[in-house]
């Protein structure tokens, strides 16, 4: 269900006892036959080598590849240049010379393959805090670190290759969630009736009725047996048009349609005005139901305590708000902001985006990456709250049935188009990417 995704702490404890020239050794051949796997017809290679193992390694790449018949040395001229500059350990900005030679890196003609990570990329948390390689490939060796996978360092990296050079897999703090995941969402069983996995959507408001309209069919497309619909009495008439199997209820009778729910996913097109505000602090007050809390339902959000499993869903602007920072300080920031939301919210926090991180306190975080660039469309965030609702009402914890939920997302949203992809393709495409698992 899960993949190392190691720290550069972690990476240093996984060489500790080994042969440090035999490592070298093992990576630099791997780095040179992924550079001759990539670039086949380059016949001229280059490398930029800091003074530590990563530089080592470009080194034994550069022999390995003068081996193969090809011309290599250090320096920035050939067909292709191997970033071996700095390596896991890096943190901060790099200095003034350093940012002159990547510039350098970045600016020249030839394909950039860099070892473990971009130079300039945080292993630790992928953020980017000055100058940093953009690679069209990047080797890194053993295992993933989280640099490689979450933004923004992500997108310095290229196509990612991972490969082994001889050393044990330890536990990591961290880790890179699989498809397998999905194996973990119970099935129907013989004695299960439609109220045994029930969801409950509080939203719907009038000209947001769409949202909530997402968010229940996708709770039906999860796998949950039982939809209501909690709505303003007045955005009623457009869901019983749009909403067939679902059933529906005003919003003032919420407490009353939560008796028979078995989680809820309160937001999609709630509205955000005081009284909209005071029902959600009452629903995750007042119920011990578990929750998914998205959209409308995190402006002005306090944390609440609770004991039940709870997922909040931000994009980065809502998490930007709850933390009371700018959107751009999360963005450049997601690996802290995340974990930073989940403390002081006390629950899981999933912020969405390019990787997908789920962070819950006193846990390390599960990184969702490569979900599909087509998934960035209007409702697909409604999409992901009914689905995780729909998981949650299943009886999974917050933790996996937020990762889960992701996941099922990506997944089905590779069956749709990779163009003009709309959220209601997501959603039907759910059933067949649950099946697959």
Same mark, same amino acid.
């Given at each position: 269900?899960?993949?190392?995704?190691?720290?550069?702490?972690?990476?240093?404890?996984?060489?500790? /006892?080994?042969?440090?020239?035999?490592?070298?050794?093992?990576?630099?051949?791997?780095v040179a036959e992924e550079a001759l796997r990539h670039f086949p017809d380059a016949q001229s290679f280059g490398a930029v080598c800091g003074g530590g193992a990563n530089g080592g390694d470009a080194r034994i790449a550069l022999e390995a590849l003068?081996?193969?018949?090809?011309?290599?040395?250090?320096?920035?001229?050939?067909?292709?240049?191997?970033?071996?500059?700095?390596?896991?350990?890096?943190?901060?900005?790099?200095?003034a010379d350093a940012s002159e030679v990547i510039a350098q890196m970045n600016e020249a003609e030839a394909h950039v393959l860099s070892v473990d990570l971009p130079s300039g990329v945080d292993a630790d948390t992928g953020e980017v805090a000055g100058a940093a390689v953009r690679a069209s490939v990047t080797v890194t060796l053993h295992a993933p670190k989280v640099g490689n996978v979450v933004a923004p360092g992500s997108f310095h990296g290229g196509e990612l290759v991972v490969r082994d050079i001889g050393?044990?897999?330890?536990?990591?703090?961290?880790?890179?969630?699989?498809?397998?995941?999905?194996?973990?969402?119970?099935?129907?069983?013989? /004695?299960?009736?439609?109220?045994?996995?029930?969801?409950?959507?509080?939203? /719907?408001?009038?000209? %947001?009725t769409g949202a909530a309209c997402l968010a229940a069919e996708a709770a039906f497309r999860a796998d949950a047996g039982?939809?209501?619909?909690?709505?303003?009495?007045?955005?009623?008439?457009? %869901?019983?048009?749009?909403?067939?199997?679902?059933v529906k209820r005003p919003l003032d009778e919420v407490f009353d349609a939560v008796e028979k729910a078995g989680a809820l996913a309160i937001g999609p097109g709630l509205g955000r005005d005081e009284g909209r505000r005071e029902l959600v602090r009452r629903l995750l007050e007042e119920t011990e139901l578990p929750a998914v809390v998205d959209a409308d339902a995190l402006f002005g959000l306090e944390p609440v305590r609770r004991s039940a499993p709870t997922v909040l869903t931000p994009h980065a602007g809502e998490l930007a708000r709850l933390l009371g920072v700018e959107s751009e300080w999360v963005d450049a920031h997601r690996f802290k902001a995340?974990?930073?939301?989940?403390?002081?919210? /006390?629950?899981?926090?999933?912020?969405?985006?390019?990787?997908?991180?789920?962070?819950?306190?006193?846990?390390?975080?599960?990184?969702? !990456?490569?979900?599909?660039?087509?998934?960035?469309?209007?409702?697909?965030?409604?999409?992901?709250?009914?689905?995780?609702?729909?998981?949650?009402?299943?009886?999974?914890?917050?933790?996996?049935?937020?990762? !889960?939920?992701?996941?099922?997302c990506a997944?089905?949203?590779?069956?749709?188009?990779?163009?003009?992809l709309v959220a209601s393709d997501v959603v039907n495409a759910l059933p067949d990417a649950l099946d697959a698992f």
């Open positions: 269900m899960q993949a190392p995704l190691y720290t550069a702490v972690e990476m240093k404890d996984a060489e500790a /006892g080994h042969d440090v020239r035999e490592l070298m050794e093992r990576a630099g051949r791997a003068r081996a193969a018949g090809r011309e290599a040395d250090e320096g920035l001229d050939g067909d292709v240049v191997i970033d071996g500059l700095f390596g896991t350990g890096f943190h901060g900005e790099p200095r050393l044990e897999h330890s536990i990591s703090e961290h880790a890179l969630v699989t498809t397998t995941v999905l194996g973990l969402i119970p099935r129907k069983g013989p /004695g299960d009736t439609k109220y045994s996995a029930s969801v409950l959507v509080v939203g /719907g408001a009038p000209g %947001l039982y939809v209501a619909v909690a709505a303003p009495a007045d955005a009623l008439p457009v %869901l019983e048009a749009r909403l067939l199997e679902a995340v974990r930073q939301a989940a403390d002081a919210f /006390g629950c899981t926090c999933l912020l969405k985006g390019s990787d997908t991180l789920v962070a819950t306190p006193g846990q390390g975080v599960l990184v969702c !990456a490569g979900g599909p660039p087509s998934l960035a469309t209007a409702g697909t965030g409604d999409v992901l709250t009914g689905t995780i609702a729909a998981f949650l009402a299943k009886g999974l914890d917050a933790r996996h049935a937020a990762a !889960a939920g992701a996941v099922a997944e089905a949203a590779r069956l749709g188009p990779e163009r003009g």
